[in-house]
C-alpha cells in the first residue's frame, strides 16, 4: 500500500510538471495593447495601474479642497511666472534673469510637492484650535501652513522690483507689466518685463585729490578696478 501511495504522488507530480512546462511555453497571456506576460509580470502591470489611478483620484480630490476653507471673495495664489519678451535678449540671457527675477517676487505661494500643496492640506484638516498646545495646534500650526491669497500679493510692487533690478543690471528703459490668470478659485500671475537696451561702460576716470591720503590711497587702486570699458554696466561691480 505505501508503495502504491508513492506512486500515486510520483504520478501527480510529473503531472504538475508537465503542466507547468506546458503553461511557460504555450501559455502565455495577451494583452490588447500587443504584448504578452506571465501571470506574476500581469498582476504587476495591473498593481501599478491601480496605484496611478489612485494617486490620480487623491491629487484630483486634494487639489479641489485647497480651496474650500477660503474666506468669502478671496482666491488662492498659486504663484508667479516670469517671461522676458524681447527680441534683443538672448535665450541665455531671458533663462537667466527669469530665474533671477522670478525669486525676487512676494509672496511666495503654498508649499507643493508634485502639485499637491499639502501644508495647506494640513492646516485645512483642523477647523478651530482652542489652545496653542495639543495635536490638533501641531498639526495645523507646524505642519501646516495658512493659505497664501491673492488679496496679499502687489502686482505693482513686484512690477517695480524687476524694473529695479534690470536697472541694476545696466537696462535703464526697463519695463515690466502682468497678466492675471484665474480659475476655479485659484490666480496665477504671469510677469512680462522688457529689458531694453543694456547699457555699457564707456571709460573709466579717478577724479580725486591726490593731495590728501584717502585720495591718494584709492587711486592707487586703479589698476585693480573692476570697472573696465565697453563692459556691461552693474550696480554690484561699483
Request: glycine share 6%; aromatic share 10%; with cysteine.
Amino acid at each position: 500500500k505505501r508503495s502504491a501511495r508513492q506512486e500515486k504522488q510520483q504520478r501527480k507530480r510529473r503531472k504538475m510538471r508537465s503542466k507547468t512546462k506546458h503553461t511557460n511555453h504555450r501559455g502565455v497571456k495577451y494583452f490588447s495593447v500587443g504584448v504578452y506576460c506571465n501571470p506574476p509580470l500581469q498582476r504587476n502591470i495591473l498593481n501599478l495601474r491601480v496605484l496611478g489611478m489612485v494617486l490620480f483620484l487623491t491629487s484630483f480630490t486634494l487639489s479641489c479642497s485647497v480651496t474650500k476653507n477660503l474666506p468669502p471673495h478671496e482666491q488662492l495664489y498659486t504663484g508667479a511666472k516670469v517671461k522676458i519678451e524681447d527680441e534683443n535678449t538672448s535665450t541665455n540671457e531671458e533663462k537667466a534673469f527669469e530665474g533671477e527675477l522670478q525669486a525676487l517676487v512676494r509672496p511666495k505661494p503654498n508649499t507643493s510637492i508634485l502639485g499637491i500643496r499639502y501644508k495647506l492640506m494640513f492646516y485645512n484638516m483642523i477647523d478651530t484650535v482652542e489652545k496653542k498646545k495639543g495635536l490638533k495646534y501641531f498639526i495645523k500650526y507646524k505642519l501646516g501652513e495658512p493659505p497664501v491669497v491673492f488679496s496679499q500679493v502687489s502686482i505693482e510692487a513686484n512690477n517695480d522690483i524687476i524694473r529695479n533690478r534690470l536697472e541694476n543690471r545696466g537696462y535703464f528703459k526697463a519695463r515690466s507689466k502682468a497678466d492675471i490668470k484665474e480659475s476655479n478659485r485659484k490666480v496665477k500671475i504671469i510677469y512680462r518685463p522688457v529689458p531694453g537696451p543694456q547699457y555699457h561702460i564707456r571709460h573709466v576716470e579717478f577724479v580725486l585729490d591726490s593731495t590728501y591720503a584717502l585720495g591718494s590711497a584709492v587711486s592707487g587702486t586703479k589698476p585693480e578696478t573692476f570697472l573696465k570699458p565697453n563692459d556691461p554696466f552693474d550696480l554690484d561691480v561699483v
